[in-house]
């Protein structure tokens, strides 16, 4: 059964910006974490942003102060809105269900699918 569901990719410009949702099953997003990673061509899965039950979140430093990721618990969705995007932002972007903020692979629980965000320079 799918249980993360992510929409919002798509393709930008440079300086554009775009909002990634992810909605949960309910019994998913009331006991966890969410976060977003992101895994470009060639590179590594990383840990993009995170966010704990009691709304505590944290940030890459590649995005800080572009990125915000914020939870509405009565839609069971997380959000990363991405302002400024540039052209190194370029990855398949993964919601990620685990404790705390989800800051390792090895903490998550549930993958969703990935959606794909292309920034042109």
């Known amino acids: 059964q799918v249980q993360l569901v992510e929409s919002g990719g798509g393709l930008v410009q440079a300086g554009e910006s775009l909002r990634l949702s992810c909605v949960a099953s309910?019994?998913?997003?009331?006991?966890?974490?969410m976060g977003w990673y992101r895994q470009a061509p060639g590179k590594q899965r990383e840990w993009v942003a995170g966010?704990?039950?009691?709304?505590?979140?944290e940030y890459a430093d590649s995005v800080k102060g572009r990125f915000t990721i914020s939870r509405d618990n009565a839609k069971n969705t997380v959000y990363l809105q991405m302002n400024s995007l540039k052209p190194q932002d370029t990855a398949v972007y993964y919601c990620?269900?685990?404790?705390?903020?989800?800051?390792?692979?090895?903490?998550?629980?549930?993958w969703g699918q990935g959606t794909q965000v292309t920034v042109s320079s």
């Open positions: 309910e019994n998913i997003f009331s006991i966890n974490g």
């Open positions: 966010i704990a039950t009691g709304r505590i979140a």
């Open positions: 990620a269900a685990g404790p705390g903020m989800v800051l390792t692979t090895a903490l998550v629980r549930y």
